[in-house]
Structures are given as C-alpha cells and as structure tokens.
C-alpha cells in the first residue's frame, strides 16, 4: 500500500493535493466534490483587504452622496439595520465549508497593510479554520520605496499576524526579490509555518482597439512549474517553514516534481479550472500508478530527494547551468 | 370641567411665563425620569407614536410627509412590533387616493390604521375621509400641513390642504412643536377610539416636520394606559365579517339621507369633552396638560392673537416678551379646531379681553374671512348671544393671514398685530409677514424686533449640500441635546437646485425651553464651510456684535483677510466678530474623507462654542460617528475619528486687521445686461432678498418669463471640460449628454471670427458640405457643473497619451474670464439653419439650440439630455406638460427657470398642472391646439375670397413633416397675418388670434415613472387609448426620484428602494407591452448611453407619428447609487445584459404590412449581476440580505430571459393583425 500522506505546517494530510484559492471553492457543493475527488485540503477564495475597504467605501459614498442637499429627497435609500461588511460574511462561508466536509479548510487572507488583517485573521480562525494562508500582494511603484523597507513590511506583517494567532499560517510570496533564500529565511524568522511559492501577479493587458489598459488573467500552465521547483530545491533544508508549489502544478508528473524538490504539498487551481474538479482523482491515480511502477512506498520517501542539496551536481540550480542551457540551445529549424 | 379648570389655574398661577408644558404641572416627577430624552424632528415623532398603535399603514410619498411612512416601512422592515407586540404592516399604494381607499378597507375590516400626507395628498384622500367619517370609524390621519398649488406649486408649509378637509367630518387636532406631535398623534389616537370620530392630526410642514428638537419620549407604558383595550375590541366588532353579516355603504334616496346625516350629531357634540379628558388623562400620566384651548399670558389681557400650528409658539414668546414688560396681551393656542366647541373656546379667554385678532396660515379668496376667522367671529357672537361667555365687552374681532408657504413668522410680526389692535380702526383682513403693496393689507414690521433669549446660543451653519454640513450639524444638535442639560433646536434651509446646493443650519441651544419657530436672524456663531461661498452671500449678517465666525478656507490665518470681499471685512471689524480659519478641505483629504469636511467643521464648532470641554466634546462626536457609521464598515469610522483628531490643531484665530483693505466684493447675483424683470425681480430671490420683494413685484397669474436660467451663473464646478480643437472628431456626443446644456458647438462663417476674444478655439468643420466653415465647441464655464459626462463620453483618445480627450476636465478659476467672453462671443455667433441640416445625425443635431438649459438638475442628471434633446429637435414648436417630480422642479422651480428661447423668441411653452393628472392636461393642451387649428382653417376657407387664393390653398395643404416645410408655412401664416392686419371683420380678428396654430405643434407629455407608471397611469393609459397626437416622454428612473427614492413600480427586482427595503420583490411593470398592446401607439425604449442614434431615431418617429407615442428613456439617476459619470456606460450595460432592450414599435409599419415592432438591441451578452452590481441600490442588498439577494438575482435574470423571448417572437413575427385583417 502506497502512503500518500504527507504533513504541511502541522496538519496532517491524507496526500499532498491542496486545491488553491479559486472561485471554485465559493459553492459548498463544490467542496464536497473536492473532497470526494481526493483533495486533501482546500484553501478557501481570498478575503481581500482592499475589497473590504472599497465596499465599506463605495456603500458609505453612494448612501451620502445627494442627501441633505434638497428638501425632498434628504435621502435617497433606507438605512437598513446592517451590513454584512467587511470579514463576516466570508467567516459565515468558513463556518459552513467547516461544517461541509472533513480535510483541513485553510483561510486567505490577500492585502498588503497590517491594517485591518489581525483582526480578519482572528475571526477567520474563530471561525474555524485550521490554517490560515497570507497572500502578500504588494505592487510598488513609488520610485522611492527600497526593497528593504519593502522586504520589512512582509516580515512586519507575517510577525504581526503571527503572534495573534494560534493556527499554523502559511505566507504566498512572489518570486520577486532579489535574494529569495534571504527573504524565505527572514520570513522564516519571522513565524511563517509555510511559505506557498509562489503567487501569480496580476498583469494586465492592452486593448489597442480602445486603447484601455484591461483586466486579464491567464490561468497558468505546467511550465510555470520550473521557476518553483527550482526555488523550492534551493530552500529545501534551509528554512524550517514548509514549503508548498502552487502555480504550474497540473499533471500528476507536476506533482511528483514538486515533491522532489521538496515541496509538502501543491496547491492548484488553475488545472482544476481547467479540467473539472474530477482531475483531483485522476491526478491522485496518475501518481499512484507512477509510483507502483517505480516502487516507491511514500510521498515522504520523495520529498527533497532532489532538492539542491541532495541531487549530485548542485550547480544545476546555479549560473553555471544557465550558460550551458544557453549554449546548448538547438538552432535547427530556427528561420534565419 | 373641574380638572381642566385646576390645571388652567396651575398654569396660570405658577411660573407663567415658563413653558407650562415640560416643567410645570408635572404630578410626578419620578415618572418623567424614566422617559428618555431623544433628539429627533416632528415627522418621526409622529411616526413614532402612530407606528405603536396601528396595525395596517397605508402610505405615499409627499413632501414634507414622506419621511413619516419611510420611519414606519423602516421599523416594519426591521421587525419593531407595535403596542400589542406584533409587526404593523406597511403598504405604499399607487397614489393618496389609493392609499385612503386601502386604508378605508383596512379600518372596514376592523385594523387599527393610519396613513401619512400632505397637500395635494391629502385632497385625494378626502373622498374616502367623508366616508371615513360618515360611518364614523375611529382613525387618526398624520398631516404634515402644506400649502396646495394654485398659481405654484409649494412643498412648504401652511394650513390650505388641512382647512380644505374641515367640512369632511374628521376632528381637526393641531400640534405646535416635536414634542406636541408626538404627543397629539397618542392623544388623537385615544380620542377617536373613544368619540368614533375620525381624527386629523396636523402640524407645520417642514417648520415642525422637519425641526429636529430635544423631546421626552413616550413610553409603551404611557401608550398602552391611553389606549383602552375595550375601545380597541369595540372597533374590531364593528367590523365587517361573513361570520356576524351585514351591509354599510348603502344607497340611499331623499326620504332618509337626510335623517340618517344627523345621526351622528351626539357624536360630534361629545368629541370636545372626549379630547379634553383625555388630555387630562395624559397631563396625569405623563406631566404635560393640554386644552382644547390653551391660553398663555397676562390674566387680565385685553389683546388676545388666536392661532394654530407652529406659529403660536412664536405668539408665546412674544406674549412672554411683551406682559414682562407689562402689557396686557396674550395668545390663544387653537388645539382641537374641529369640533370647534364653542363653549370651551369662549371660557378659554380672560374676560378682560377687549381686542381679538385670529391669524390664519391660508387664504380663501372671496370668503368672508379666513377660516378661523369666521369661526372666531361666530363663537364669540353665539357666546354672547346665549349668555355663556365671561367677556365684559363684545370684543372686536379682526383676522389676517400670515405665514403662507412656510414664509416666516416672528415675534416682531405677532409685535405688530398687537400693535395694530391697541388702534382706534385696526385693520381687519390683514396680511403680516410681506409688503402688500397692490391691496395694503399688510401691516408694519420693525424686524429688529427681537425676542431671543440671550442665554440661548445661536448658531448658523452656510454649507454645501455635498460636503455634509447639515448631517454634522443634526449630529451636533443630538449630542447638545442628549449629552447636556439645553434644551436643542436644528431647522435647515435648503436650496431650489440639486446640483451645488446650498444648506443653511439654524441650531439653537439653551438652558430655557425654545419656543423659537422661526429662522435665526441674530447668531452668536456664523460658519462658513465653503469659501467660495462669500463671494456669493452676505452671510455675517445675520451676526450679532462680538460674535464668532469660522471659515473653511484655503487661506492660513495670515494670508486669509485679503482675500475676503469687502463687506466681510467691513463687518467682521465692526461687528468686533472673533474670527477662525481651517482647511478643513485638506484636513479632510488627508483624512481619507474627500470632500466630505463636515466632521471637521463639526469639531471646530465644538472646539471655539465651549459647549462641552474639548475632550468630552471630541468623545461625544466620535461616539456619534460609531453610531452613525459604524454599520458601514471600520474604515469609515477610522477615517472620521482621524478627521476629528486633526481638525483642532489645523484651527487658527486670525488676527482681525483695524482697516478693510479688500480690492473685490460681492458679486452681482445677475450680470447688468440681463432683462428687468430678472434684475428686478428674480435676482432678489437669488441673493436671498426674495422676502423683501413686495405684492406687486409679483406676477398675477403664475406667469413667469421664460429662458432666464441664463442669468444665474452659479460658478459651482471646480473643474470645467476644455475643448482640444486639434484631436475633435465633431461627433457631437459630448453636446448631447451634458445634462446642463453647458458644452455647445456652432458652425459659422470663418470671416466670423475677426472680433473673436484672444483665446477662442476654431477649426475647420468636419462636414462635407459644409467644409469652408468653422466649428467651435464652447463651454459655458459658469453654468458648468462639473459632472464630467462629456469627458467620458468622448469616443477620442489622444495618440501619445491616451488619458487626454478631445475634451478634458480642467480647474475653473483661472478659466472662468477668458472662457466666459469666449461664451459670450459665441452666443452672438448665428445659430444653424436647421432647414440644411440633416436631423437623422446626432452630429447635425447637436449644432441645434437647446431650448432647455442650465437646469437646477443634479449634475450628472440622466434625465436632462433626453429634455434637452427634445428642446433641440421639437423646442420652437413644443408645449409641455409636465408632470410634478424632479422634471418639473429642475424644469420650473423659481427663482430661474431653464425652457429657453430661440433668437426668433419662439421655445418650449412649459407647464405643470398636477402629479396624478399629467397625461390629461397635456391631452387637453393637444385638445385645444387641434380645435383651433381646425376653426382656423375653418376661418381661412371662409375668408378665402378676401384673400388670396394661392395663400389659403398653400396654407390649407402645406407639407410640413420636414423642418422646411415648418418654416415655409411660418412664412406664409406671417403673410396671412399681414393680410388679416387689414381686415376688419370679426371673422378676421378670430383668425387672427388663431392663425398661429395653422403651424404645426408638438405636444409632450414629460414626466417620471412614480407618475407614468403608478400615480397618473389611469390617465396616461387613457390618453394613449384616446389616438390623440401627443409625444408622451417617460423619464424612467425606477424610482421616485424627487421624494428620495421610494418604490414605483418601474423600481426592478432586487432593487432596493424605500418601501422595498429588502430588495423589490416583483418584477418591474413593462409599460412598453401595455401600451403595444392597443396596437396604435408608437412606443420605444431608449438608452442614449447604449444608442444615441436609436434614441434619436425614436424621439423623431414619435414625433412624426400622427398619434399618441409613448417613449420610454432609460434615466440614470443618483438615487441609483454610483458615480454618475459611469451612468452611460451603465445604459449601455443595462442594454448588453439584455435587462433594457431598446425597440420601437411603430404603428406605420403596420398599416404598410409590415411588422411594427423592431427589436432593436442585440441578445443579452453580458451577466445581469455584472450591470446590477454596479450599483447600491442592488448591491447594498448582498451586504445587508445576501440570501435574498441571491435569489432576487435569479429571479431577475429569469425576468430578462422571459422578457426577451417574448420580444424576439414579437419581432420574428411577420406581420401584425391589423395587416392580416387589411389583406
């Protein structure tokens, strides 16, 4: 019997199959479909701090906005007894997706402020979660922001958020900073149980017809895999937080990948968008058949095996590797 | 009477020149500690006593009553039971005749009901009252009392619509102030379960509905001690039932109507000593006594003002000004007015009384005397006559008329009817309060008459309407009451005009009780809370010497005296006023707030008044924000508490210079050059001076000139469009939805542009066949209100930077000269000769005159470009009738009025009979034209052989479909009326007087959806059945937009509205369908932000159909609730989600074989949530109701589903029946 399980950030999972954040994850009944393809926990869609901030705003401006200005119309809606503003009604759907199913629900959090998110954070784990993700989304584009005081503020937060706490929180981050391992150990340090590599920017797009900058996101593909496995193999052994791959993660070969370079679990969402949440079973027996036919026992028997510091030639992951991809590089059939 | 007696004399023998209702008499004091103190206005002390002791409410709005049914529809909403501990049901109906219908219903059937109106409301009703009252059912009516329209409409207040109720058998109760509204509206309650006769419970509109006071509140307790269960139990077993039958409404014959009529005398004879008892019971009970009569002031008084309503307070004050001074006056408070008991009336006055002087807040031409007058006059006379009364002397009696829609009434007013009786020949039918100087029945006034208390502070607020003033100030006025020991008053002004509005708060606090019902005209604390607002208004004149004023200014304290206008300075130095400065903008910016600087303004108020020591006083503001916005979110409480920490330190006392050094002073309210009658008269009413205008200045007959919003340049964008002549298309789309007529274009002759101001934009037209001229497009910057729908409509985008426009928003000061000489010149610039343009483009259509302009509409209106677009189009030949609701209030609402002229002096003929009724009167407007066009060609044909006959047959068979033939038959009626100039025959006169309606006139029926689809729809589905030819426009907001967005039945499902609190239900009412369905009625959708060329092509073919035309105009609106600068991408939206499918059905088509309906926009491609969802109305239901809201959403899609299949059959059908039957 081959043993799927694995452990992430003190939960302990029956395989290493996470579904990721996603619109999926809103229906209850898709839970329980999750859950009866195989996954074995899912994190829910993100509380977005700005989303809370701009419905308070936008409900606060247009409920004003004309009133007391004309003496028939001092206003123009009812004031209702409340609103379900900010992290309430997303607690309400933790609570339910608690009462739903049986794997681990995992909680998100997307922002990039220390603002409001102790408290979100708090009433997530009332709620019930049993972890709690943070995605720290920050874009700067002020010219006058250092990386360091960038790199501060998601340590800040992490620690912040941290110490409030008492269920595991894992930390998605980016692959953009300069030194990567500095920033996972510091983050390390900081209190992450998990760090999720690696978030995917929105970026968006042009629209030349009517010169409009639009919204525009591409769910990923498998290639997107190899940025993350080749970072989660350098961490692996020198951070104590887990590490989890998301983003590239669709085949069962994806997923056997990731947990070489040592990853706990992947988190997917894009495949599941793709394919249907049914893709959890046929992932989970993919790996399964993989594994049968080169007799491996467990996922744990894997995890790191070829991480940095256990392949043979740790300078695949270094500088030297990329020369000699680059010069490697087949011109054949190139048009010249 | 032996209670009522003991009480009088406690009044009279105590403090009596205390208030005798709060504080004296009370004969329990441990009771009153119980009752908490609420600082709320008359209209929910109202609601808040009717609510607990009804069980059905029917109710529609009307100003100043509508916010009594939406407390109600609020704490039904909410769930609050009444007295009995169950949920009163609320139900708006279609109109106030449907709601005293439903309400008759509900009191047959034995519910405890009531309803809310006013004015014309409230003459709906009175069929159903003289019912009401003939079967005497006990029920209580809540009137907020205001004037009725006869040469005006009027919102505010008097007594014309409640004395217009006094023959239909309801008992007339009037109540002086917030605290006696709620009060009386118990007291009536009880009452009328006792005497079976029904009650009108009423008080001033807007002076009493609307002043916010510090009150006691009734308890459930007190509530259910007044209220007699048996009396309750009474009432439900009169009630109609199948299981204990019987018939009521019979028909009757001349044998015993008659008799049966007087039945009900004994009732209406014991109602008096009913009320009486009751108001002893409740002076028992609760401490406050009341008399049907209640008289205040000297005991041996000679002079006595007899009145009712919020007046009478002002009467006391000044009563209690003038006997401390030793005169011998007083004021008799008329509380129940009907039955009039003529017993209690008489015994009420001292004997001593020599001089009676009755004030009625009405008039009734031709009568006698005003209604109290009469009733006065006759008393005493019956009194006398039957021995009953204490008087010495028959006293003299004389009546005038005060207070007339809400128009002031003060002590120095009452002053002078006191000193008009102390003459040998006082004049009798007088008028006080205005100059009457065409009948001279007005009496003298020293407004520096004054009667304020000094310990009462007086503080007067100048704000805008957008950046919060009067919800800060309603705060301040809560916390003043509820967190000390004054007594409060807040009473606000508001503006005529939605967009820039201005707001006055009048706030009053003291530790005496304030009897104050009128503005304040000598203020301890002027603010300031726009700058650009003393250029405007003379505001520190109202300050009183050594009083404080504070200003929201750009300016530091150093910096900020220069730039004051003279006589601010003038006054400031000689007033010795103290002075302080913020920048409560920034402050508010920084803040997180925007423009929103009332909490700042609000905490300097706190700061420099010292009412509260400053930390308490910041404690107190801070724990009103949580209450006011805690429910929306951290956010906004943070940023608020943020606004209020800084706003003290931002705080500066300037030091006030000994010499005015200022180069500028106020502005002009009208430039020189603008028409007499608008220097004259209408820029005294803008400047604020219209109650100094006197009788004769005034139009006899309603009649106001046309096209002077023209004159009123109110300045109040910040940022104005600037045209980029070099990147313009000339598409005309920017001109078409300015909703203010602001942004123009003209193509002229370039030889034209030789005297042409310095910075005037040209460029060559972009016309084929009109390429060697010049086009201009020109802002009207000081009429602009800065909505920015023309930037966002503006289809250019600049090739190196895509933000910029062929129109761009920029700051107005350093714009406003330069622009304005280039709007002058090109006003002088000659109009387009419409016979060469192609009206079928929107291009061409938007270098047409709009004849509507500059309206008071809010900015960003979405109703406007549709008036504006018909002005352009039918304007030189359109009568209007328009509907009441936000299009005749932008449309006709003093002191300018937008309809316009052409330079030939010809424009929209515009006017407003009623709400209910608009579809009729504007069918009889079409009535009179089509019979005077016929006795016209009727005349010509017989006057034919004295004129010529190429001219009579050209006239009688003219082509006028095109706007050619229009003109070309101008022509020739200016040549019959030269012809007819010579003739002497009455025939030729008639004709003369008629010819003019031989051209052909358009006549439109405009209106909103409150009137199209519930008040006035019995009409309008009349008219449109009638095959007249009238253009009936409907502004369809889905809401009632002017009374502040209650349910109609256009309101969509999952909308939320008032009196559809949780989401609309049922879905929206399709007009269009019902209107298809007579088969000869042209009918379209429109949504100019989805098609501007389909709305075009419909208001055209509507015209041009020979018949009645229906045209249905998506209207984005603020009661929508987003930025209206997205209102027409949200037309287009509701177009793409299929939720507006534009069409036309076309009756022509028909009679050609042809299928009448088009359907006109493509298949829903786009999620109805993502149209509905950008908007609050739909989405503050997913944060207070998600569930609901889920569901709504799914029944909505289904509507659009159901909606469109429907249409796409209609429009896949090859023919129509009456194409079938034709074949």
Redesign the interface.
Known sequence: MIDLSTTYHGLNLKNPLVVSASPLAEELRNLRRMEDSGAAAIVLPSLFEEQ??V????????????????????????????????PD?YCEHVRRAKAAVGIPIIGSLNGSSIG?WI?YARKIQEAGADALELNIYYIPTSTELTGEEVEKLYCDLVSEVKSSLHIPVAVKISAYFSSLPNMAKRLDQAGADALVLFNRFYQPDFDLEN??VVPNLLLSTSHELLLRLNWVAILFGHVKADLAITGGVHTAADVLKAMMAGARVVAMASALLRNGIGHLATLRKDMLAWMEEHEYESIRQMQGSMSQRAVADPAAFQRANYVRVLSSYSMKGVPL | MPAQGKLREESRSGAKFENNHLFISEPNGAMLMTRSKVTIDGNEAAAYAAFRVNEVIAIYPI??S??MG?WA??WS??SKPNLWGTIPRVVEMQSEGGAAGALHGALQAGSLATTFTASQGLLLMIPNMYKIAGELTPTVFHVSARTLATHALS?FGDHSDVMATRQTGFALIASNSVQEVMDFALLAQAATLRARVPFLHFFDG?RTS?EVAKVEELTNEDMLAMIDEELVQAHRKRALSPDHPFIRGTAQNPDVFFQERETVNPFYEACPAIVQEEMDKFARLVGRAYHLFDYVGAPDAERVVILMGSGAEAAQETVEHLTARGEKVGVLKVRLYRPFSIEHFVNSLPATVKTLATLDRTKEPGSPGEPLYVDVATAVSEGIATGKTPFKTYPRIIGGRYGLSSKEFTPAMVKAVFDEMLKEKPRNHFTVGIEDDVSHTSLEYDPAFSTEDPKTVRAMFYG???D????AN?NSIKIIGEDTDNYAQGY?V??SK?SG?V?ISHLRFGPKPIHSTYLISKANFVACHQFSFLERLDMLKAAQPGATFLLNSPFGPEEVWDNLPRTTQEEIIKKKLRFFVIDAVKVARDAGM?G?INTVMQTCFFAISGILPRDEAIQAIKHAIEKT?G??????VQKNFAAVDHAVNHLHEVKVPDRVSSAFDLRRAVPEEAPEFVQKVLAKIIAGEGDDLPVSAMPIDGTFPSATAQWEKRNIALDIPVWDEEICIQCGKCILVCPHAVVRAKIYDPALLKNAPPTFKSSAARWKEFKELKYTLQVAPEDCTGCTLCVQVCPV?SKSE?KHKAINMAPQPPLREAERDNWNFFLRLPEADRRTLSLGQVKDVQLLQPLFEFSGA?AGCGETPYVKLMSQLFGDRALIANATGCSS?YGGNLPTTPYAQNPDGRGPAWTNSLFEDNAEFGMGLRLALDKQTEYARELLTRLSSNLEDELVKSILSADQTTESGIQQQRERVRALHAKLAGMKTPEARDLASLADALVRKSVWIVGGDGWAYDIGYGGLDHVLASGRNVNVLVLDTEVY?????QMSKATPRGA????A?GGKPRPKKDLGLMAMSYGNVYVAAVAMGSSDMHTLKAFLEAEAYDGPSLLIAYSHC??H??DLVHGLDQQKAAVLSGYWPLYRYNPDLARLGKNPFQLDSKPPALPLEKYIYNE??Y??L???D?QAAKLLLQFAEEDVRNRWRVYQNMAAMPMNGAAKEAK
């Open positions: 809370i901030n419905e308070s705003s936008e409900l606060n401006l247009f409920l004003q906005q004309g009133t007391e200005s004309f003496a028939e119309s001092l206003t123009y809606f009812p004031d209702m007894t409340g609103y379900n503003l900010g009604g409001g408290q010169l409009e | 100003t100043p509508s916010p939406e529809d609020q909403a909410e919102i807007f609307h805008l309407g957008a919060g003033t009067v919800g309603k606000f508001y503006d939605k509005a707001t925007g929103r916005y429910k929306r979110g951290e956010a906004i985008k895509v809010c209030i937009s002017n009374t502040g967005g939320v509205a008032k009196f609190a603020i009661a609730g987003y609050t109305r989405t503050m997913t944060l207070s998600p």
